[in-house]
């Protein structure tokens, strides 16, 4: 199993960016998926999860309305669209494979992708 982020990088108050979770070595389109975040000094925090096929997807209420996740079972990928960025969305941010139930990830993570909010 692999999942590998990008996407991530610097970004001022009010702007958008998109992040990609790349999988592989595992049938994708199988598994409900999740994106996690850690800002320094935290614990981890769920923030979106999507089911296998992408019918329903459920949000953290402190980025409900300002996310969206989306996936692409062709091409084996997971996204965040993420707008209206705060400096509080700041963190390392992580796709992780549920294993639990959705929103539930277990052992699979990827290496995460870097997000910094700033003026």
């Known amino acids: 199993v692999q999942l590998v982020e990008s996407g991530g990088g610097l970004v001022q108050p009010g702007g958008s960016l998109r992040l990609s979770c790349a999988a592989s070595?595992?049938?994708?389109?199988?598994?409900?998926m999740s994106w996690v975040r850690q800002a320094p000094g935290k614990g981890p925090e769920w923030v979106s999860a999507?089911?296998?096929?992408?019918?329903?997807?459920s949000y953290a209420d402190s980025v409900k309305g300002r996310f969206t996740i989306s996936r692409d079972n062709a091409k084996n990928t997971l996204y965040l669209q993420m707008s209206s960025l705060k400096p509080e969305d700041t963190a390392q941010y992580y796709c992780?494979?549920?294993?639990?139930?959705?929103?539930?990830?277990?052992?699979?993570w990827g290496q995460g992708t870097q997000v910094a909010v700033s003026s």
């Open positions: 992780a494979r549920d294993a639990y139930g959705l929103g539930r990830p277990g052992a699979y």
């Open positions: 070595g595992f049938t994708f389109s199988s598994y409900h």
């Open positions: 999507i089911t296998n096929g992408g019918g329903y997807t």
